[in-house]
């Protein structure tokens, strides 16, 4: 299975993942970087207001190509 990175970004911070995760497909690894964005909101790790977010979980594969960014809100976050 291929492995995901999911990253997050946060203004000039940005916090790499160095393990990844392996999932099924890319389908997967954008459910997987909702839920992450998720998590980080509820845990109060989002940029107010929420309309205007810049934390951002973004997915990488192995070969270190980005494949979506998912904005973490203080609400349930939406796939792009």
Request: include cysteine; glycine fraction near 4%.
């Given at each position: ?8 970004r946060n203004g000039d911070d940005f916090f790499e993942d160095f ?17 992450v964005a998720a998590d980080l909101a509820r845990h109060g790790f ?35």
């Amino acid at each position: 299975m291929p492995r995901y990175f999911f990253c997050v970004r946060n203004g000039d911070d940005f916090f790499e993942d160095f393990e990844g995760d392996e999932l099924a497909d890319e389908a997967a690894a954008k459910v997987e970087a909702a839920a992450v964005a998720a998590d980080l909101a509820r845990h109060g790790f989002f940029a107010r207001p929420p309309s205007r977010a810049r934390a951002l979980v973004e997915v990488f594969d192995e070969g270190s190509r980005m494949l979506c960014s998912q904005p973490v809100y203080d609400e349930t976050p939406t796939l792009n």
